[in-house]
């Protein structure tokens, strides 16, 4: 529907530390991500009075704006993402299952972009 942008998650060249390097970067993404996005916001957002539901859509909303470059299927995604796990971090409080599960997400994205580019027809 033309709804996304093609986006090469990673372009190193083939070395040996390509692989590392793009774990690497996944886990500090996810980390920052859900750190920054999902437990700072939602706790000062509700420090600041905010409901919850007021806050879980802000912070989604913020984390979609930012993945908008990756078209607005990118963006309506991570709007969805930040759903789910703002509203995990809320009924539990437990930080890590998110940054797992975000950094295990852009593994697969950086690492399975390097493993198929060029073996299949709709990756760039």
Known sequence: AGLNLTVAPSVLADYWWRVPT???????????????????ILTRLRQ???SENSSL???????????LYQGL??????VVMGLV????????GRLWPLV???ALIDTVAFVGY???RGHVSWLP
Request: aromatic content about 16%; glycine content about 16%.
């Open 85 to 92: 796990f703002g509203r995990y971090w809320q009924r539990t």
């Open 22 to 40: 793009e774990v690497l970067w996944a886990v500090a993404n996810s980390g920052a991500e859900e750190i920054l996005v999902v437990a700072y």
């Open 114 to 116: 390097q493993a198929l």
């Open 57 to 67: 859509f802000a912070s989604a909303v913020l984390r979609g704006s930012y993945h």
């Open 100 to 102: 797992i599960a975000h």
């Open 73 to 78: 299927g990118g963006g309506f995604g991570n």
């Open 48 to 50: 600041l009075g905010w």
